[in-house]
């Protein structure tokens, strides 16, 4: 029984090692994710601000009115 301990913990050692390099990828997977989301959230930040500009304007249609401009 004595004799299979070596193996069950070179088995650990290599599972753990397994894990460790999952883990890596995964941290760096995550990294490039929130890279992309970060930039896709900025280019649609300013693309919400310049939307919120446009309908802060007056359009000049809306001045118009059927019976003229006193109406």
Known sequence: MIALWP???KGYEHGLLTLREAVRRAALSQRAIESRLDTESAELSGL???????AAEP????LMHPNGPVA
Not at 59 to 62: A, E, I, K, L, R
């Open 7 to 9: 193996q069950t913990i």
């Open 59 to 62: 359009s000049p249609v809306g």
């Open 48 to 54: 919400l601000m310049a939307m919120q500009r446009i």
